[in-house]
């Protein structure tokens, strides 16, 4: 089991930064595809960026491509996205999901995530 914990939402004004932190427990990341999703009301939940275990493999949803930077320190357990720029369409619940891979394949499909923190509330004000 890997339990999954989200940090660093909060409230920015548009074209303000913020920086999503997402500790790891229960087993090492390595081996874990890491992705980040995000969900607004009445919306579906939506593929926002993705990392392989070594770090080295990337890739973004079309919203943030630009924007959003993914990465992953291994030793710390913890996975992050630097949000910059931010819209008011960026508002949002984010989610840190982890997919058990033997392949490494970039999943963009939240069904292909095996484990899923509680999420962060992100506001971004015009």
């Known amino acids: 089991q890997v339990q999954l914990v989200e940090s660093g939402g909060g409230l920015v004004q548009a074209g303000g930064s913020l920086r999503l932190s997402c500790a790891a427990s229960?087993?090492?990341?390595?081996?874990?595809?890491m992705g980040w999703f995000r969900q607004a009301p009445g919306k579906e939940r939506e593929f926002v960026a993705a990392v392989s275990w070594s770090g080295s493999s990337l890739t973004y949803g079309d919203s943030v491509k630009g924007r959003f930077t993914i990465s992953r320190d291994n030793a710390k357990n913890t996975v992050y996205l630097q949000m910059n720029s931010l819209k008011p369409e960026d508002t949002a619940v984010y989610y840190c999901?982890?997919?058990?891979?033997?392949?490494?394949?970039?999943?963009?499909?939240?069904?292909?995530?095996?484990?899923w923190g509680q999420g962060t509330q992100v506001t971004v004000s015009s």
């Open positions: 999901a982890a997919r058990r891979t033997v392949t490494g394949y970039l999943a963009r499909g939240p069904k292909e995530y095996d484990y």
């Open positions: 229960g087993r090492p990341l390595s081996n874990l595809v």
